[in-house]
């Protein structure tokens, strides 16, 4: 089988089966390997100046515990907590957490570190913050109301270890002053004092002070603070800022944990004090009743003279002392419940602390006073910072209206139970009393006074008792929070720039960026660019390739040309006669075309022609297209020979085929016909019988007849004179012919339009993909003394070590 027509078969093969190469795929990107090589150096070296000049952003934390007052209350309060009367631990952790979070605990924290002032020292490209050890310090002259809203910013230049020049944040000079002076600024006066002992080595030293408005200090670091509970265990709360300056951002943190703890113990503080106030104006109340009960007993059994109970009412009198006794406690107690109940409806929506301790022994009642003032203090804490519409805000308010209408039905219970209680004793004292009927009613007034001493006495030394206990706990106040881990500078994390993922996106992005780049322009792509392009499109043979001019190359080979673009066309001429074989030894035609004209036909016309005529053979070249001639932009050709070629011949009867061959005068190896004077009927002209003359007696007068002919995509010239062909060559230029221009070539081969059809790829970049190979292994060493050129291709050092 004719290794052609083999090719034929693999073609049509390759046309069904197609298939991905991934060899193909990875040329098509490492031609483009420099690119690759350029984006990660930019982007790597971004990578790094980003990494030098980004101000690092570092996270410290700390660790506090909040202790729950509630847990040693007993399980008496279970039922109360599943009714929702008592607050959860959860609601507990929420509120701390925003209690943490409130524009006034982190006002107080930005007035006690004055970070509202910073102090920034000019490095070599931008300026750094310099926390701890500023070179000087600025002291305004006006209240820190004023300063606490001022903005203002300037540059202090140190000229000498006792002068400096001061600039507004423009660099306009504002003056040179003596560390000291007063200095007027519009805002406020102020003294720029040094804050070092040497002054000398600050000489030169550029600083900026930049002073913010308290509220939008405490804002940005508000933002910046992350207060979360902890997973495992909710009592736990992790306080988290992020800042360039690690040192000032522990100090942030612990100096927040320190003014918390002070806002619980204040907190704390203001229910004992409440609970004292309220004490000391009922014992003064009650001393004066006592004062006066006193004085009733003296004055009547002075007036009355009375002396002992007699022995033989003693025994009745012992017991309904006993039930007196019992009523005082029980009058004691429902007095404290029915003041306490008036002042729990007294309260309305102000949410005051409840005097602690006072009405009941019982543990449910104290508890629910005690939850109450707790969930008070923090709405009153939290209103501080917000307002009533605060989701936080109503739900403890919701939580203190329950607590409230629970205290109050208990109250009411408990006041029902001792009023029973009263009445069967009064009941049983009403039976002692008439058995003592005959007990003188001064001993009975008597008894009435010592009964009403006795009740006065009690309450009296009950407040006494209380306003001491109030006093102790005022004293030894403590906040319900534990801290575990303070937050420490040397701890502190950096949080970015992340050096490893920087890096690592700069070699992601530095690789993507030109493959997606190639990716969409090889998309986007519709041209030929190699032999495997031509070879899974078409079934007609391809008879080889020619690679890309060179600017050394010369347009026409010659026999000592050893360039890797004259060996192309020593090939294609050896396979030019494997596709002739059998068309005889004379008049061999050969017709070269392409679909639309810039594809090279032309040049490759002439370079057939010449290699052909290298071997000794009789040949000539005739150029057919007559719209657009171009040999004699490849060839020499006088000017007065322009207008006498094929147009002229077939116009002309008297004009013989001889008469418009030109000898080319820069080789002699082949003759020329040019396409002559360019006429306005070319495909009537070829359709001449005298076109069939020419060809017939160039046929018995050469070897080879080279035919470089019209494009057939764009007009009929080439088909009128197709018949007289032995060979056609098809011409399909690399980067150029539009694969869409593939449909109709594969047409006319399948309908035998051109005879013996060939492709010819033209203009193929060797140095890339598969070609690389050949190029550098063969073309690549020439005759440059034989040694082989260094290639940057790295697909052409996988192919090398292949």
Not at 252 to 275: A, F, G, M
Not at 363 to 379: E, L
Not at 449 to 473: D, M, N, V
Request: hydrophobic share 40%; proline share 4%; glycine share 4%.
């Amino acid at each position: 089988m004719h290794p052609f027509q083999e090719q034929v078969g693999d073609n049509q093969r390759s046309l069904l089966k197609g298939g991905f190469d991934l060899r193909k795929e990875l040329a098509k990107y490492s031609r483009h390997w420099y690119w690759f090589l350029i984006t990660i150096i930019v982007f790597v070296l971004a990578a790094f100046l980003y990494l030098r000049y980004t101000v690092p952003q570092y996270m410290v934390n700390a660790t506090v515990m909040l202790i729950d007052e509630t847990d040693s209350s007993g399980p008496d309060l279970a039922a109360l907590g599943d009714l929702g009367l008592v607050p959860s631990n959860q609601n507990k952790i929420e509120s701390e957490i925003v209690r943490f979070k409130s524009r006034t605990l982190m006002e107080n924290v930005v007035k006690d570190l004055g970070i509202n002032v910073s102090y920034y020292s000019l490095g070599r490209i931008s300026y750094q913050e310099n926390y701890k050890t500023p070179p000087v310090k600025v002291n305004f002259l006006v209240n820190d109301s004023i300063i606490e809203q001022s903005s203002a910013s300037f540059i202090i230049e140190i000229k000498s270890p006792s002068t400096f020049n001061l600039k507004n944040e423009n660099e306009e000079s504002i003056g040179t002053y003596s560390f000291g002076e007063s200095i007027e600024m519009g805002f406020s006066d102020m003294i720029i004092t040094p804050s070092s002992k040497n002054m000398g080595r600050h000489v030169g030293s550029i600083t900026l002070v930049r002073l913010s408005p308290l509220a939008s200090v405490s804002r940005k670091y508000r933002k910046l603070l992350t207060v979360v509970s902890n997973k495992t265990n909710a009592n736990v709360i992790r306080i988290s800022l992020v800042d360039p300056v690690k040192e000032k951002a522990t100090d942030i943190v612990n100096s927040l944990i320190k003014h918390y703890n002070r806002s619980l113990v204040e907190d704390k503080n203001q229910v004992s004090i409440n609970t004292m106030k309220f004490i000391t104006e009922r014992l003064e109340i009650v001393y004066e009743d006592l004062s006066q009960v006193d004085r009733d007993a003296v004055t009547f059994k002075a007036s009355n003279q009375l002396t002992d109970i007699s022995s033989e009412v003693s025994m009745f009198l012992n017991a309904d002392t006993s039930n007196e006794l019992q009523i005082k406690e029980l009058t004691t107690q429902q007095r404290l419940i029915n003041y306490m109940i008036r002042s729990v409806n007294t309260q309305g929506e102000n949410y005051e602390p409840l005097s602690a301790g006072l009405g009941s022994s019982d543990p449910a009642i104290t508890q629910i006073v005690s939850n109450y003032n707790t969930i008070a203090a923090q709405r009153k804490s939290i209103l501080k910072s917000s307002t009533v519409r605060n989701p936080t805000v109503i739900n403890l308010t919701q939580q203190l209206d329950n607590l409230k209408n629970s205290l109050s039905q208990s109250l009411a219970t408990l006041s029902k139970t001792i009023s029973i209680q009263l009445s069967t004793l009064r009941d049983q004292n009403a039976i002692l009393d008439s058995k003592l009927t005959s007990v003188p009613g001064q001993e009975s007034e008597l008894r009435d006074l010592e009964r009403r001493q006795g009740t006065k006495e009690q309450i009296y030394l009950f407040l006494l008792q209380k306003r001491e206990e109030a006093a102790i706990a005022l004293a030894v106040t403590k906040p319900n929070s534990k801290v575990i881990d303070p937050a420490v500078a040397e701890f502190a994390s950096l949080v970015s720039p992340n050096k490893k993922t920087i890096l690592g996106a700069a070699l992601f992005l530095g690789f993507v960026l030109p493959f997606g780049v190639i990716y969409m322009k090889d998309l986007l792509d519709t041209k030929i660019h190699f032999k495997e392009d031509v070879e899974s499109r078409l079934t007609a043979p391809v008879v080889g390739d020619i690679p890309k001019m060179r600017r050394r190359d010369k347009v026409l080979v010659s026999k000592k040309d050893r360039s890797g673009f004259a060996e192309s066309f020593r090939i294609l001429r050896t396979n030019l006669d494997f596709l002739l074989a059998g068309t005889g030894d004379k008049g061999k035609t050969i017709f070269v075309t392409s679909s639309v004209s810039g594809e090279g036909k032309t040049l490759v016309s002439v370079n057939v022609a010449s290699t052909l005529a290298m071997t000794g053979k009789k040949v000539i070249l005739v150029g057919t297209d007559m719209r657009n001639p171009k040999l004699h932009d490849f060839i020499s050709i006088p000017e007065k020979e322009l207008t006498n070629g094929l147009s002229n011949y077939i116009t002309k009867k008297e004009i013989r085929p001889q008469d418009v061959i030109l000898k080319y005068e820069e080789n002699n190896w082949f003759d020329v016909i040019s396409a002559g004077a360019i006429p306005p009927n070319p495909a009537e002209l070829l359709m001449q019988d005298k076109v069939k003359d020419l060809f017939a007696y160039l046929k018995e007068n050469y070897d080879y007849i080279v035919v470089d002919s019209a494009p057939v995509s764009l007009v009929t010239d080439t088909m009128l004179i197709a018949p007289m062909a032995d060979l056609s060559i098809y011409i399909v230029r690399a980067d150029y012919t539009d694969v869409k221009l593939l449909n109709n070539v594969e047409n006319i081969y399948r309908d035998k339009r051109l005879p013996n059809m060939a492709i010819l790829l033209n203009a193929v970049d060797k140095r890339i993909g598969y070609y690389g190979s050949y190029g550098d292994r063969y073309y690549g060493t020439e005759i440059n003394g034989g040694k082989k050129k260094f290639s940057l291709n790295p697909m052409t050092w996988f192919k090398r070590a292949s």
